[in-house]
């Protein structure tokens, strides 16, 4: 089988992305992997303003390592997958603390630190030590299901097998820091979810997809599950300040480690029974506008729903000077409050 490498690496050295801001020559480690954490459900345009905060509130490995969780989380906030930077937070310690603040150059160690598979790992090494390793992000296994006409959803284990003996077979052994970034870059600019650019890709020539026109075909679809909807009531319990009552979340399930807002199950009985439990003078000032989030398996409709409260103060904190991560949804309900 003839690599991709080749006209690859020819196309990147002109067209690819060389001055993105976790691109350093030489490349910085902790710069790398921060990226590609945040570049594991995110895209690249979304990414720069984060990772340019991010470094500019953690400068290093040691800084993230010594940071409290919340104020991690509230650089992340917005970003989503709220896993991630607890990983990223946890990851850090443990390279503080077992690796003496230098992190690991070897692939299963790296793979042994939270949330970082296979892929991912051979980014950072590949990209930052130029070791030999293969990738299969997203934008990967969208070229290669294209360029090999790979049939199957990567969600299945045997088209995922396929897809990184593919990956292994093109990544070269010279210059792999670059093939690395050249095919992610592929994927990201031209081998688009929709309307790849073919008439300038670089592999045109070999690509199967093209070839027989079947680009929309690949890769093939996930096979489609009707998402359920969940709907909860979110109670925005405001004080006489006009300071609104927040807790921090469990640091497992969604949205964990960050700030929210109380909530209960979306009935009226329970609406007024946890109310009562919080605070027997409060009573509901008004309804806001429902809001809808998606994750992966279900829809979450949250209905938010305004509490006027007595003289509390205790977990009540400023609208205007929050210091915590909360999630997208309780920043929207915030912004109906101005
Ligand atoms: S020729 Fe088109 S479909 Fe094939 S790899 Fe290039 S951009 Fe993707």
């Not at 991709?4 to 196309?11: A, D, G, T």
């Not at 720069?48 to 969780?69: D, K, M, Q, T």
């Not at 790296?110 to 950072?124: K, N």
Request: with cysteine; hydrophobic share 35%.
């Amino acid at each position: 089988m003839n690599s991709i490498s080749k006209p690859l690496l020819q196309w990147f050295d002109q067209h690819g992305r060389h001055s993105l801001p976790w691109q350093g020559n030489p490349a910085n480690i902790y710069h790398v992997w921060l990226s590609e954490v945040m570049l594991q459900q995110t895209q690249v345009s979304t990414v720069i303003n984060y990772f340019n905060n991010f470094i500019h509130h953690f400068p290093s490995l040691a800084v993230l390592a010594n940071a409290g969780e919340d104020t991690v989380l509230a650089q992340w906030a917005g970003l989503g997958y709220y896993a991630r930077a607890r990983n990223l937070h946890k990851s850090a310690k443990i390279i503080e603390q077992v690796y003496q603040g230098v992190f690991p150059d070897n692939i299963k160690q790296v793979m042994a630190l939270p949330g970082i598979g296979e892929s991912t790992a051979g980014a950072i090494l590949s990209i930052s030590h130029n070791q030999n390793h293969a990738i299969l992000d997203g934008n990967v296994k969208r070229v290669l299901s294209r360029y090999h006409q790979v049939k199957g959803h990567y969600g299945q284990a045997q088209t995922l097998k396929q897809l990184w003996v593919l990956a292994k077979q093109h990544t070269p052994n010279a210059r792999n820091n670059d093939y690395t970034q050249a095919i992610m870059d592929l994927g990201a600019t031209l081998c688009t979810r929709s309307n790849p650019d073919c008439g300038r890709c670089p592999v045109q020539q070999g690509c199967l997809a093209y070839q027989h026109k079947t680009q929309a075909e690949y890769p093939s679809p996930k096979p489609k599950k009707n998402k359920p909807s969940r709907s909860i009531t979110m109670l925005v319990y405001q004080n006489k300040q006009g300071q609104v009552y927040l807790e921090k979340r469990p640091s497992k399930g969604i949205w964990g480690g960050l700030w929210s807002f109380k909530e209960c199950e979306d009935s009226s009985q329970e609406v007024l029974r946890t109310i009562q439990q919080f605070d027997t003078n409060a009573h509901i000032n008004r309804a806001l506008q429902p809001i809808k989030h998606s994750f992966t398996h279900y829809h979450l409709i949250i209905n938010p729903v305004v509490v006027d409260c007595s003289e509390q103060t205790r977990g009540f904190q400023s609208i205007r000077h929050l210091k915590v991560g909360v999630p997208t949804p309780v920043n929207k309900i915030l912004a109906q409050l101005d």
